[in-house]
């Protein structure tokens, strides 16, 4: 559970239809209504339509990447896509969790139910940040990530944890996460379903093959995030 209603970076490490997986614990609007309806495009809907899903588009002009997504119906969580979302609680809360009446929070554990991605894994960058996520049901070892693509990205990333004020990033640099939440221990571990920024520091763009590989991940757990 959060102490507060922040939003959080996540990735799943299954492909599956949004409204019928993350959905199904929590409510994931975008839609101007009243609640519990959903619309036809799946969200649930409230009074003021504000979207609490969102992808990162490195192509738009600044201040305009965060993209919300289309619908929950027809659009699906695909491994190493990162998203930031808005975790408001358990969606069995009910609608006192979006007209804003219930603020306390509550756990809960996102599911998805796929085929786990697995084996080594291509991934597309572009120059400059590029948002992804960790695809695998296991921690991997940010270090060895960078090593072996050493040629296409810095060795940080950037990361968010709702413990921290807002817009403060957590960063990873020569061996050491600055900002760093409590609870984090292993500062190159990046969880099961964390999603972050690297960045791409020449130019132009390319599709990385293997960008990440069965050898990245780790046995050794990152206890800052579950």
Not at 77 to 88: E, F, K, W
Request: glycine share 10%.
């Amino acid at each position: 559970a959060k102490a507060a209603r922040k939003s959080i970076f996540v990735g799943s490490p299954v492909t599956a239809r949004i409204d019928t997986s993350w959905q199904r614990q929590i409510h994931i609007t975008g839609a101007i209504g009243t609640c519990p309806a959903v619309s036809s495009n799946g969200f649930d809907v409230t009074l003021t339509g504000n979207p609490s899903m969102f992808t990162y588009t490195h192509a738009n002009p600044s201040g305009q990447r965060w993209v919300k997504i289309n619908n929950t119906n027809l659009t699906s969580l695909t491994p190493t896509s990162g998203y930031r979302l808005l975790v408001r609680g358990n969606r069995s809360a009910g609608c006192t969790l979006l007209d804003g009446s219930a603020q306390a929070a509550t756990a809960v554990t996102l599911q998805a139910i796929g085929v786990l991605a697995q084996g080594d894994i291509a991934e597309g960058l572009f120059e400059g940040f590029n948002f992804i996520a960790n695809p695998y049901q296991s921690p991997i070892n940010f270090d060895n990530v960078a090593s072996d693509n050493s040629t296409n990205i810095d060795a940080s990333y950037w990361t968010y944890n709702p413990e921290n004020n807002n817009g403060v990033f957590s960063v990873y640099n020569a061996g050491v996460l600055t900002n760093k939440p409590a609870g984090y221990t292993n500062d190159n571990i990046n969880a099961t379903g964390q999603a972050f920024f690297v960045r791409k520091s020449t130019a132009g763009g390319t599709s990385v093959t293997n960008f990440f590989r069965e050898s990245h991940k780790s046995t050794t757990a990152q206890p800052g995030l579950s």
